[in-house]
């Protein structure tokens, strides 16, 4: 009569299965036995069980977490179990410890601050090649002229030296051996002129790069805070200088953790695309849109009073608000999708941070007061135009 299987082990042997290996096997290790020993074992018997171990490793993280299986959520079981990462794993367990969850959305947090790190640095290390590869460029210009100032006045020397008729057939051979050596030195500039261009392209090329990667949120592909932080600091300065008016907003989804509890995190993931994607198609020149975090977005609005800012973002949360989602991989309905928000008018405070503070106060309200609406700061709150 065949055993119950342990409901940890089918569970683990289930993701063994979809990662495309043979699960666990029950019986007796055929090179425990006696037979092991009657011919050499292979280097792939040796290493297959520590493999095997390794990924039920990765298998058990994934479930004991209730984590989605994903490439991404696969690496960080890897980079938990084999310590390919010190830092996230020592977060992991202190979080473990304390008794809170690891969630999708805090590993991405956390991975993004560390990814932030790195990419501080290679920025640096980029900008320091990028300034030696100017350096040098420099100094090749400076040769160059350099060497045609010296060349120029030889030549003039030995023109001048050409009116005197008695001299002009040493004048002559030594015009032709300057003219010969300066065609020799010139080339050799013209070479290291070359490189140093194509090396402070590529350099810059790495560079945007770089810090596109720096200021992009990879799943929504809108800017980042950090990148919100840059712009804000812009259009203050420029929009305080031009004497126009300037609001920012804050943006959250309403209810995000059902979501994601009810139909998980990949699912979570599109409801945020979808939420950035409708916000983006707010944004132009004068209005920008960042991911500030989770499932908060931020909003500049420059040359827009409180209330035209108000009427452009209520727009955006109707559109949202309107559309019946369903969970294609499951055909279930997500039920309504909306987001709060609050925004304020940067200049009606002394200072940028105590601007944002008032914006996330507003934010604050709006959920108070039932969430699916605008606040604005320091105003009593607009009738809510559907009521549903």
Known sequence: MAHDEHPARGSRNRLLQWLGLKPEETGDDPTDGPEAHQREITPREIWL?????????????????????????LEVAYDFV???????????????????????QWLEAIYRESEGDGTTDALAVLMARLEESLEHFSSTTTSARTATSEYGAALQQHVDDLEQVSKAGVVITELAALARAMMHRTREIETDLNESECRARALQKSLDEARRNAEEDHLTGLPNRRAFEALFEREYQEARKAGEPLCVAFCDIDHFKRI????GHAAGDRVLKLVAETLNRISDARCHVARHGGEEFAVLFRSLTPDDA??????ARQEIADRRLVNRATDLPFGRVTFSGGIADVFAYDSRTNALRAADDALY??????????HLAGKAPPPIQDAA
């Open 310 to 315: 108000w009427e452009r973002l209520d727009r």
């Open 49 to 73: 069980p520590a493999k095997r171990r390794l990924l039920g490793n990765v298998a058990d993280f994934l479930i004991d977490h209730d984590l989605e299986v994903m490439p991404w959520t």
């Open 82 to 104: 084999t310590g390919a990462n010190p830092r996230i794993a020592q977060l992991i367990l202190e979080r473990s410890d304390s008794g809170q969850a690891v969630t999708l």
């Open 365 to 374: 309200a709006a959920k108070q007061s039932g969430r699916n609406q605008i």
């Open 260 to 263: 994601n509890d009810a139909h």
